[in-house]
């Protein structure tokens, strides 16, 4: 099996804006390899989170194919990228997104539910998980009444809830203050570790993307090593 989880090639994303092009991406090549910790750095505008919209399959890219677990996945239709995204990826966001009707147990099951898994075996491993990040006392309080160090803890637990061999994070820790922004990229290398998981992240804090196995910078819509 190859090592590769998630790639792509001479990937390209080009916006149309006022009657001219703005090429964000210029044929970009990336592999990221299991386990692998991924930093991905640039200025605002630089195209970062259009890069992770497209390695996720939440948008089409203009020219080029990005693969996960070895499929063409942007070749995929609708459905079956849907079926893989649910799969092998996981996505934190620097904003929680989770439901607010619902408790942090029931958020945190429900990618599970969407793989049609028992309810009571998805709220099983969802409130294993919470445990697992400290969780474990707010099972059934919903987001407006954790913090946001919880909220995001919350997050991670619901990205990692059914052992994706990928997770996206963009800005994961921007919405944190120093001490809490710490605390859950700490969780989120520790479970990257122990489910070996590859972690692709962007990040502005240069504290946090030293830590990680490597440091690219998109800039003038390509990757450099940094």
């Given at each position: 099996m190859s090592n590769v989880v998630l790639s792509c090639e001479k990937l390209t994303k080009i916006f149309s804006d006022v009657g001219r092009e703005l090429k964000i991406l210029d044929e970009i090549d990336l592999s990221v390899a299991r386990g692998e910790v991924l930093a991905i750095i640039g200025q605002s505008g630089s195209g970062k989170s259009t890069l992770m919209h497209l390695l996720g399959g939440l948008d089409e890219p203009s020219g080029g194919t990005v693969s996960l677990a070895?499929?063409?996945?942007?070749?995929?239709?609708?459905?079956?990228?849907?079926?893989?995204?649910?799969?092998?990826?996981?996505?934190?966001?620097?904003?929680?997104?989770l439901l607010p009707e619902f408790t942090a147990q029931e958020n945190v099951a429900?990618?599970?539910?969407?793989?049609?898994?028992?309810?009571?075996?998805?709220?099983?491993?969802?409130?294993?998980?919470?445990?697992?990040?400290g969780l474990?006392?707010?099972?059934?309080?919903?987001?407006?009444e954790l913090s946001g160090g919880e909220r995001q803890r919350a997050a991670v637990a619901r990205a990692l809830v059914s052992r994706p061999r990928c997770v996206l994070a963009d800005e994961p820790t921007g919405n944190l203050d120093a001490r809490n922004a710490r605390a859950v990229f700490d969780l989120m290398l520790e479970l990257n570790r122990e489910l070996d998981t590859s972690l692709v992240l962007v990040t502005h804090d240069p504290q946090l993307a030293a830590r990680a196995d490597r440091c690219l910078e998109l800039r003038e819509g390509r990757l450099h090593s940094h």
């Open positions: 070895g499929e063409p996945f942007s070749r995929l239709g609708a459905q079956r990228r849907g079926a893989l995204r649910n799969v092998h990826l996981g996505f934190i966001y620097q904003f929680h997104h429900m990618p599970l539910l969407l793989r049609r898994q028992a309810a009571a075996q998805a709220e099983a491993q969802a409130a294993e998980l919470l445990e697992r990040v474990g006392e707010r099972l059934a309080h919903k987001p407006g």
